[in-house]
Nanobody, 119 residues
Framework: QVQLVESGGGLVQPGGSLRVSCAAS????????MAWYRQAPGKQREWVVQ???????NYDDSVKGRFTISRVNANNTVNLQMNNLKPEDTAIYYC?????????????WGQGTQVTVSS
C-alpha cells in the first residue's frame, strides 16, 4: 500500500504565496504522474496541475503563470509553489499519484490540505 501526505497549507493574503508539498511512501517501485486537484466549498473537485516522471507539467488555465509544480526526493515528492494567490484559489488541495507497485499500477489520493486566501 502507498500513502500520499500533503503539507504546507494555510492562510495567506491576496497576492501572497504558499508552497504545498506531497510525499509518497510505502511499497513503491516507481511513482509516475503526480497531480494536484482542489475543491472549494460547494463545488466539485477540479484538476489543477500534473507532472510526469520526466518533469513535463501541464497546468489549468486558471493557475498558469502563477503556480509551478516540481518533483524532488527521487521523484516521490512533489511541490506546488503558488504565487500571486487569489481568493478564488481558496480550496482544499488534494495530491494524486499514479504509482507502480509489485501488484501493478494504482492511483492514490492524499487527505488534502486547506489553502485559504483572504484579507
Amino acid at each position: 500500500q502507498v500513502q500520499l501526505v500533503e503539507s504546507g497549507g494555510g492562510l495567506v493574503q491576496p497576492g501572497g504565496s504558499l508552497r504545498v508539498s506531497c510525499a509518497a511512501s510505502g511499497s513503491i517501485i516507481r511513482v509516475d504522474t503526480m497531480a494536484w486537484y482542489r475543491q472549494a466549498p460547494g463545488k466539485q473537485r477540479e484538476w489543477v496541475v500534473q507532472i510526469n516522471s520526466d518533469g513535463i507539467a501541464n497546468y489549468d488555465d486558471s493557475v498558469k503563470g502563477r503556480f509551478t509544480i516540481s518533483r524532488v526526493n527521487a521523484n516521490n515528492t512533489v511541490n506546488l509553489q503558488m504565487n500571486n494567490l487569489k481568493p478564488e484559489d481558496t480550496a482544499i488541495y488534494y495530491c494524486n499519484a499514479n504509482v507502480w507497485e509489485r501488484r501493478g499500477r494504482r492511483n492514490y489520493w492524499g487527505q488534502g490540505t486547506q489553502v485559504t486566501v483572504s484579507s
